[in-house]
């Protein structure tokens, strides 16, 4: 496909990494911040192409992983309702709450169903004016115009039986986190190509030089990943800070002002909690006050919910990058993609779900 | 989650209002809402993320950047003996 196969070209690959090999002098850490590009490095290899001095450590932008106990909690209580059909992305159906998960109540007769669009829920509440049709809004900045054309949508259609259950999440206060976090290791990061796609790399520069880090605003393919590496080095080498723009075929620094502001129009800043992490302030998004009809914690009361996390996680740490995944005592044995734990098991684009996806088990990598 | 595919447009059209595209992944015909992506017309590539377009594919810059990468080292390799002589 036009625009994907020639950045997953192997000869390609090889020049850029031979540049990469040619520049680096010392040791340096980087993040990846996005899961999409977790997954293409485990999936490609592309960290086993690097020298041995340049480490990638995982970070926290799955959205589906660090969509907190709460929220999944508050979704099972809603899903179970009689009345309710519940629309999700394919990608929550499996993630664990304290006591189940989306599938198993649906195998247990809850009306859960998978939509590939936000405004699928909407036609579907349409369609069926005698239930409620309710919409687990999560994602990052990428996904925040999306479902915020939902909700502006119904209240302009004026679909009355549907609603939001959102947990939305910002990227800027979590690189923020990381880069406080004690123990911190990262000196650099790929940034999130499609995060920027929508948001523009303004709020980048003023992190970058906040916290005199570079920051490469990278895309998602093999090739994409180690021009970010090559930049993010180089930066590094020459001791620079700032932001470079690796996926300038789609990202601009102005970002989409269009989606801004229709993001700006339905949702507002909040504090808001991540899982394996804990709170951090204002890197959520929630429904604006004059949207709060569309709010399905108010139409269904589930405010208060005690939640339980398996105390063997390790999720937290991996998803700040101080530790990975075969680090984690249940890694491939009590926790698997199957079975997931935590965090980072539930979601492809999780760490240790794409370590354990592509065979990345402990014994191989101790050898390594 | 964050996954988001660039697709040829093949047809604009409107639904209640809203500015909507049927968008060609190399082969694969789905339907994206175009409505915060006024520039993007026929033939154009769009970045589509769970069925909402978030920007056009700049051609230029595609070009740009590839070249740039596929050129890397070109210097390097011309010192490499040929195995032939």
Redesign the interface.
């Given at each position: 496909m036009k625009y994907l196969d020639e950045y997953r070209d192997g000869q390609v690959a090889a020049k850029i990494r031979a540049e990469i090999e040619r520049t680096v002098t010392r040791p340096w850490t980087l993040m990846e911040i996005c899961g999409g590009q977790t997954h293409s490095i485990v999936k490609h290899g592309v960290d086993r192409m690097l020298p041995p001095s340049v480490e990638l450590v995982h970070g926290p932008g799955c959205p589906v992983c660090v969509t907190p106990l709460e929220q999944i909690d508050k979704a099972h209580a809603i899903a179970r309702q009689p009345n309710v059909t519940f629309t999700s992305f394919g990608d929550m159906l499996r993630v664990p709450g304290s006591h189940t998960d989306l599938l198993r109540l649906k195998s247990q007769g809850a009306d859960v169903r998978i939509v590939y669009a936000p405004l699928d829920a909407v036609r579907l509440a349409q369609e069926h004016p005698g239930r409620e049709v309710v919409f687990f809004a999560i994602g990052f900045e990428t996904t925040a115009p999306a479902n915020a054309l939902a909700v502006t949508r119904a209240a302009a259609l004026g679909v009355k039986n549907f609603s939001m259950l959102v947990s939305h999440v910002l990227v800027p206060p979590a690189i923020a986190a990381v880069l406080e976090a004690p123990g911190n290791r990262v000196q650099g990061f790929l940034g999130p190509g499609h995060v920027c796609t929508v948001v523009g790399y303004r709020d980048y520069e003023r992190l970058a030089d906040r916290y005199r880090v570079p920051i490469v605003i990278t895309g998602f393919e093999p090739v994409d990943i180690l021009d970010g590496v090559l930049r993010t080095v180089r930066l590094l080498e020459s001791g620079k800070v700032g932001v470079e723009n690796q996926y300038s075929r789609v990202v601009s620094r102005e970002g989409n002002p269009a989606a801004q502001r229709l993001v700006a129009s339905a949702f507002e800043v909040c504090d808001r909690k991540w899982r394996g992490i804990g709170t951090i302030p204002r890197s959520g998004l929630r429904l604006r006050p004059e949207h709060e009809g569309y709010d399905a914690e108010r139409r269904f009361a589930v405010d208060t919910l005690e939640t339980a996390e398996p105390s063997v996680c390790i999720s937290g740490e991996i998803l700040r990058g101080l530790k990975k995944p075969h680090d984690c005592p249940a890694f491939g044995e009590a926790c698997t993609p199957a079975h997931p734990l935590g965090a980072t098991m539930v979601s492809a684009e999780g760490a240790c779900a794409a370590y354990f996806a592509y065979g990345r088990r402990r014994t191989q990598e101790m050898s390594r | 989650?964050?996954?988001?595919?660039?697709g040829?447009v093949i047809e604009l059209y409107e639904d209640?209002g809203?500015r909507m595209a049927r968008v060609d992944?190399?082969g694969t015909v789905?339907k994206a809402?175009l409505?915060?992506?006024?520039e993007a017309g026929v033939g154009d590539?769009v970045?589509v993320?769970?069925?909402?377009a978030?920007?056009?594919?700049?051609?230029a810059?595609?070009e740009?950047?590839?070249r740039f990468?596929?050129q890397?080292?070109q210097l390097?390799e011309l010192d490499v003996p040929e195995e032939s002589t």
């Open positions: - | 989650m964050c996954l988001a595919i660039p040829k209640h809203l992944f190399g789905k809402c409505e915060q992506l006024p590539y970045l993320h769970v069925g909402y978030l920007s056009v594919v700049d051609p810059e595609a740009r950047t590839y990468l596929e890397l080292g390097d």
